[in-house]
């Protein structure tokens, strides 16, 4: 057995977002289609016999551990496991933005779930692994499965999509966006007609937004900003509930010309969208 992996944690877009209904436990309906990016954070693990426990080699700033969805993540595989398994060291090389919609924390809990069923020989389905990642946070579950997907309930139920593989320049305002405060907003549009399961890259692409950009752009300003800027080159959007947004492109060098064109002092990156994620990739190589 390996005594130490190192796999992807991708980001993810939320090509729209719209918000269809909430329910009566406070969570709000959703219809999304999710793709992930060829980019995103590296997380190693080594398995540590001697020291029995998950340590983080280096804490997240801000972050108690306990509430680092990675040591949640492998704490609930302990859990389940139904046997002692060796202690495990972690190590993460961050390069996804806190509070940026680009789903880092849920992909982080992912990749440790899938890294350490590989690793502790568990033998857990991805079904099984996918219905803990959702006790953990809603789009964890799309991580696990690692094909791009049309989210609806609260981004859990997912049918595989096929979005074209575009590239994208996304951008990360000088901002931290609370999802819970976005989500509690009385001007949030609540009531978006559902549609059925289809590609949302068909048909006219202005059907499709995302519900929490009006929201978001009233509170931060940083966003309007971007938005209005990157508009400027084709259709611009938020991802989740911020504060990323992107512009889609059709080759890496359209995308590149735009990107090195920004205002100074703006951060972000040019990725490609996947429609298999970098994880499952990895995971076919080592098989």
Known sequence: MSQSITLPSPAKLNLFLHIVGKRPDGYHELQTLFQFLDYGDDIT????????????????????????????????????AGRPVPGASIHI???????????????????????????????????ELADIGLKLGADVPVFVRGHAAFGEGIGEILTPANPPEDWFVV????????????????????????????????????RYRNDCEDVVCELYPEVQKGLK????????????????????????????????????????????????????QKLTELK
Do not use: Y
């Open 45 to 80: 693990f080594t398995l540590t016999p001697e020291h029995p426990g998950i340590r983080l080699r280096e804490p997240v700033d801000g972050v108690p551990d306990d509430d680092n969805l990675i040591v949640r993540a492998a704490r609930a595989l302990t859990d389940i």
């Open 93 to 127: 090389t961050k390069r996804l933005p806190m509070g940026g919609g680009l789903g880092g924390g849920s992909s982080n809990a992912a990749t440790t779930l899938v890294a350490l069923n590989h690793l502790w020989q568990l033998n857990l389905s991805e079904d």
């Open 171 to 206: 951008l990360k305002p000088d901002c931290e966006i609370n999802t819970g405060k976005i989500f509690s907003e009385q001007g949030l549009t609540r009531g978006t007609p559902k549609m059925k399961i289809a590609p949302a890259f068909e048909g006219d692409a202005s």
């Open 229 to 280: 800027w990157l508009s400027q080159f084709g259709p611009a959007r938020l991802t989740g509930t911020g504060a990323c947004i992107f512009g889609r492109f059709p080759t890496e060098s359209a995308a590149r010309i735009i990107w090195e064109s920004k205002p100074s002092g703006i951060k972000g990156f040019v990725a490609k969208g996947v429609n298999i994620s970098p994880l499952h």
